[in-house]
């Protein structure tokens, strides 16, 4: 014998074989629904954590790109430079500003790709014959990097972290290390170094295969 709910009551006894009502398999699909939904934003939120400090566009400055721009396509981009024979596997060019606040300086390695290139604050120690072979008009210090091209030199660290997220790990000096995400074997990189707070120095790598 079975028992019907009664002014709107739900009878907790229901004989053998007797379809669920209603409210109950409304009940399960719910919970279901929200089991699901629990998997899911659980699985989104490890997947952001895991790429959060990672970016996915390929390094590039100035027009050069790495792991795919050549030595001799630099120097029709940004003019001869001061070419440096020892750099590298097949040499590097240094590049100044016309005012002389920042440099450019490229590494190529196999196939005169260009594999390493860093962007600094200064001159460093380049002689007045060396500064005035490395001049060029086609290098912009203000040029940006990073996620919508929003960093530049002399960015704070608060800037790069909104930018960019925390660094995947720092190296022995203390540069903020950010790996490309969509690159295959080799890992690509960058690093951003600071001086009291600001960027002075970042380097953009593609180790050689």
Same mark, same amino acid.
């Given at each position: ?32 629904i929200i089991l699901i939904a629990s998997i899911l934003v659980s699985i989104a939120s490890s997947g952001l954590a895991a790429e959060k400090e990672k ?6 400055? $100035?027009? %050069? @790109? ?10 029709? !981009?940004? #003019? ?77 660290? $608060?800037? %790069? @972290? ?10 022995? !000096?203390? #540069? ?13 990189y960058f690093t951003i170094y600071f001086t009291k707070g600001r960027i002075t120095k970042v380097t953009f790598s593609v180790p050689a295969g």
């Amino acid at each position: 014998m079975s028992f019907q709910p009664l002014g709107g009551t739900r009878s907790p006894l229901r004989s053998a074989g007797a379809p669920r009502p209603r409210w109950e398999e409304k009940d399960k699909m719910k919970k279901r629904i929200i089991l699901i939904a629990s998997i899911l934003v659980s699985i989104a939120s490890s997947g952001l954590a895991a790429e959060k400090e990672k970016v996915c566009w390929p390094l590039h400055f $100035a027009g %050069v @790109t790495l792991g795919i721009s050549t030595d001799p396509q630099v120097a029709r !981009l940004l #003019g001869k430079g001061l070419f440096r024979k020892s750099d590298g596997d097949t040499g590097g060019r240094v590049f100044v500003d016309k005012a002389h606040t920042a440099t450019i300086h490229t590494v190529s390695f196999t196939d005169q790709i260009v594999g390493e290139l860093t962007l600094s604050v200064g001159t460093g120690s380049l002689t007045k014959a060396e500064l005035k072979k490395a001049e060029t008009a086609y290098f912009n210090p203000k040029d940006g990097f990073g996620n919508w091209h929003a960093l530049k030199l002399g960015s704070t660290e $608060a800037e %790069v @972290t909104q930018n960019l997220g925390e660094p995947s790990e720092k190296d022995k !000096l203390g #540069g903020w290390v950010y790996y490309a995400s969509c690159a295959c074997e080799i890992p690509e990189y960058f690093t951003i170094y600071f001086t009291k707070g600001r960027i002075t120095k970042v380097t953009f790598s593609v180790p050689a295969g």
